[in-house]
């Protein structure tokens, strides 16, 4: 009798152990959310995919994307098929989706607690810079650059600050990108890069940036009503030592000769 008993216990026991464990595949988060990949280059699809525990019929999932500094990049709203699942495609570059870092996609669905999220890593956007181009006074240099915005008007190195000043005339929020090579400013520790220093109207500011082995690509935004962009490198037109060498020498040549001239000219003929 009481093994009968305890056969019993135990299938009881079996019974309710199953009816409290989730079936097979069903998730137990109110929501999921996942990529395809964890990184992606400038033009690949993202694919985002995700399931929801129930269905709350005349809810859609709010989606965002969320930038590395804090900027949202993407604002979607999907709908839950019939299967729970959801899912969308994204192309990775843009013209928000431009910072290199990690971004996050964060999922809502209806309420607060129905939330998810996840990240991947995005290598950055290459700059296109268009065929404008602008001379960098004193120098035989011409560099590269779109704005939004505004007008560029001028760029002036200024030697004792190992800078660059860019004046622009700003009627609106706008955006500059300016490809400077690496023998006008550099930023350098040792033979590592360094980050640039960048103020607008004296104020420092964040910039995006890519780099080859011989430019360096920023990108900054400026205010409206902005004036002044400076970038401040650990060196800038190393070529100014060497033009302003040479021309101190003539100059002391053309001095000597001059000198040498009057001399002769003075000097009593016999």
Request: proline share 3%; hydrophobic share 45%.
């Amino acid at each position: 009798m009481k093994t009968h008993l305890s056969v019993f216990a135990l299938f009881a026991i079996m019974i309710v152990s199953i009816g409290m464990a989730p079936a097979f595949g069903q998730i137990v988060e109110p929501i999921v959310v996942t990529t395809d990949k964890t990184s992606y280059s400038e033009g690949e699809t993202i694919i985002v995919t995700g399931e929801v525990s129930e269905i709350l019929f005349g809810y859609a999932i709010s989606l965002l994307v969320i930038a590395p500094n804090g900027n949202v990049v993407v604002i979607d709203q999907l709908m839950v098929g019939s299967d729970k699942k959801y899912s969308t495609e994204l192309t990775a570059g843009g013209s928000l989706m431009k910072a290199s870092g990690e971004y996050t996609v964060q999922v809502l669905y209806a309420t607060e607690n129905r939330t998810a999220e996840t990240t991947f890593t995005f290598g950055g956007s290459t700059p296109t810079v268009s065929d404008n181009l602008i001379a960098v006074e004193g120098t035989d240099f011409m560099v590269g650059y779109e704005i939004t915005g505004g007008k560029l008007i001028s760029i002036t190195p200024d030697l004792d600050a190992n800078s660059l000043i860019i004046k622009i005339d700003a009627f609106d929020d706008g955006q500059l990108t300016i490809t400077l090579p690496r023998e006008l400013i550099d930023a350098k520790i040792g033979d590592e890069d360094d980050d640039y220093f960048v103020l607008v109207d004296g104020e420092e500011v964040d910039f995006d940036e890519t780099t080859t082995s011989t430019d360096r690509t920023l990108v900054i935004s400026f205010p409206a009503g902005a004036e002044e962009i400076e970038i401040i490198g650990t060196h800038v037109v190393p070529e100014f030592g060497a033009i302003a060498a040479l021309i101190l020498a003539v100059a002391i040549i053309s001095i000597i000769a001059v000198s040498a001239k009057s001399k002769l000219s003075i000097m009593p003929r016999y």
